[in-house]
């Protein structure tokens, strides 16, 4: 097991694209503080999105990133990568 320390920089990718003022910039602000408080390698998270504009935040973060799984499958992706998915929900 690695002694690194990540960063909120670790886990940022690509720049978003949501409309001023959405609430979407404070859920992914906070997730990535989070992620980085955890210290958990981004290789070992799964973000998992639905649908709407929400759906694009596997986009915005530096880990593995799906779309529109059930339950059944974060279940499935938790065990076979060990890793830990992050369920995103649309908005409104």
Known sequence: MS????TVQDYKSGQPRWCPGCGDHAFLN???????????????????SGIGCSSRLPYYVNT?????????HMYR?????????????PCR
């Open 77 to 89: 992706i938790q065990k076979l990568f060990n890793t830990i998915p992050v369920l995103n929900t």
């Open 30 to 48: 906070s997730l990535h503080k989070a992620m980085a408080e955890l210290g958990v390698a981004p290789h070992n998270i799964a973000v998992i």
């Open 64 to 72: 593995y990133g799906r779309y529109k799984y059930d339950i059944y």
């Open 3 to 6: 002694d690194k320390v990540y």
